[in-house]
């Protein structure tokens, strides 16, 4: 499954199949992104970072794509599961370390 | 803990009562910050504090809020005459260069 930001803030998955969460950033100097991961009643945890003179980076079942032409940021979750459901938001440093959060989106694992 | 810790978790006030939110950040972080999430919202930017520099206001949506960080380390929020739009998740986060650690916020509920 794929989602764009503000217009697609839901995304449903099936378990096991792989997720694909898009943000569009707004600052073309920004140099740092965050993805943030909020399951209910929480608050938002760290998945991953990058850096702009990056434009990719892998973790544990997650991986972060950064392409700066467009602003462009997404998150890949391979084999998603129902411990994946949450919300999923991107942050970038607008300046000094100041960050500023996209909308964010819903991520439901379908079993 | 080691984390960034709130208090209350829990607020009830009555409409044009003043309430006062706490942050306990992590020891040593220079950067603290806060944000509002409204139900099933985004997280908005309130002020953010670094180090010894002047805080960065530009997020609070009136006169009624202000925040203080005694000392580089604890921060209260305040809303003076709360009204029932004030009612949201506050949220706490802080970090030293790069990373934001958030707190598990302050359900704030204006009655």
């Known amino acids: 499954g794929e989602s764009v930001g503000l217009h697609l803030p839901t995304l449903s998955v099936q378990e096991g199949d792989n997720s694909i969460i898009n943000c569009a950033y707004s600052?073309?100097?920004?140099?740092?992104f965050i993805w943030y991961k909020q399951e209910s009643g929480k608050g938002p945890q760290f998945i991953i970072d990058?850096?702009?003179?990056?434009d990719k980076r892998q973790g544990q079942r997650v991986t972060v794509l950064l392409n700066k032409t467009v602003k462009h940021l997404s998150l890949q979750i391979a084999a998603t599961q129902p411990g994946d459901s949450a919300v999923y938001f991107c942050?970038?440093?607008?300046?000094?370390?100041?960050?500023?959060f996209g909308a964010g989106t819903t991520v439901t694992v379908r079993a | 803990g080691a984390g960034v810790s709130q208090s209350p978790s829990n607020k009830v006030t009555e409409k044009g009562k003043d309430v006062e939110l706490r942050c306990d950040p992590i020891?040593?972080?220079?950067?603290l910050y806060w944000y509002r999430q409204s139900l099933g919202q985004g997280l908005e930017f309130l002020i953010y504090?670094?180090?010894?520099?002047?805080?960065?206001k530009s997020g609070l949506p009136s006169d009624r809020f202000s925040a203080e960080r005694t000392g580089g380390s604890v921060s209260t929020l305040t809303i003076q005459r709360t009204q029932q739009e004030d009612s949201a998740v506050y949220l706490c986060?802080?970090?030293?260069?790069?990373?934001?650690?958030f707190g598990q916020g302050t359900r704030l509920t204006v009655v």
């Open positions: 600052n073309s100097a920004s140099d740092y």
């Open positions: 020891s040593g972080h220079t950067a």
């Open positions: 942050a970038e440093n607008i300046s000094d370390y100041k960050l500023s």
């Open positions: 990058i850096r702009s003179n990056m």
């Open positions: 986060a802080s970090s030293l260069l790069t990373e934001a650690f």
């Open positions: 504090f670094q180090g010894n520099s002047a805080p960065d």
